[in-house]
Structures are given as C-alpha cells and as structure tokens.
C-alpha cells in the first residue's frame, strides 16, 4: 500500500510539473504565432481579465445578456484553450479557466501586427501618418517625445 501511495504521489508530481511546462511554452509559442480573437472570444477573455480564474458557471453569471448554453460557453472555451489563451484545471467533475495571457499581453501584439502589417514595422511612420491626418496634434507629440524621453 505505501509503495502505491508513493507512485501515485510521484505521478500526480510529474503530472503538475509537464503542465505548467506545458503553459510555459504555450506562452512563448503564442507570443510568435497569435490567432486573433473573435468578438465572442474577446468578450470571454475580457471576463477573466475582471473577474480572474472562473468555472463556467461563473462565466455564464458575469457573461451579457443574451447568455450563451452552457455546452456553447463550454466550446467555446475548448477553442480559446486550443488557440492556447486559456488553461483549465480539474477540481472534481468541473474545470476551472483562467488566462493564460494578460490583456496587455495581447493588446501589444494585437499594436504590433498592425504597425507590421500597414507600416512597415515603422511606429515612425504610424506616428507621421497621425500628424498628417490630423488624428494626433503638435501638443500630444510633444508630450509622446517627452514620455518616450523620460522612459530613456
């Protein structure tokens, strides 16, 4: 009997090490290789970003009307964990999600894919695209140089 013990102990162990392993590498992977969020996804991601670590039924009371079924919200939450921006631990016969990145996390990537994708990589050219349109006054650049200045 202690010797079923100590193997069971020593498997549970290895189990929860591989895991956070696992999210380890999920995090880095992501960071290169992003798939963006749907609107349906997001508003998920934006609940744990509030309320922190949360069962499906905690979701489905912070989630708007009109709330989605229960095996809907369970789906959906298969996909986000496929995609790698959520993780889910067993505690008896449920799970419990949580983020596995921040919103700023995501919202860096989200900045940078788009000043790849229409400015050639260049927040220059992004900036000077906000001059020009007149989306960004003199006052406001100054204040970003003064910001980026004092950051150095």
């Known amino acids: ?17 591989t895991k956070r392993l696992l999210t380890l590498y999920r995090r880095t992977k992501i960071k ?3 798939k963006r969020l749907t609107e349906k996804e997001e508003l998920i991601m934006r609940l744990f970003w509030a309320h922190g670590d949360m069962f499906i039924q905690d979701l489905l009371r912070y989630y ?13 939450l298969g996909i986000l964990e496929e995609k790698g921006y959520v993780t889910r631990d067993k505690y008896a016969n449920a799970y419990r999600y949580h983020a596995v990145l921040s919103e ?5 990537k989200a900045i940078s894919d788009v000043v790849k994708e229409f400015y050639g990589s260049s927040y220059t050219h ?3 695209r906000f001059v020009k349109e007149e989306k960004m006054d003199l006052a406001e650049l100054k204040a970003l140089i003064k910001e980026i200045e004092n950051a150095q």
């Open 126 to 128: 992004m900036v000077s």
């Open 1 to 17: 009997m202690l010797k079923y013990d100590i193997i069971r102990r020593t498997t549970i162990i290895i189990l929860r090490f």
């Open 32 to 34: 290169k290789e992003m």
């Open 64 to 76: 708007p009307d009109p709330k989605p079924h229960h095996n809907t919200l369970a789906t959906q």
């Open 104 to 108: 700023h996390d995501i919202a860096d």
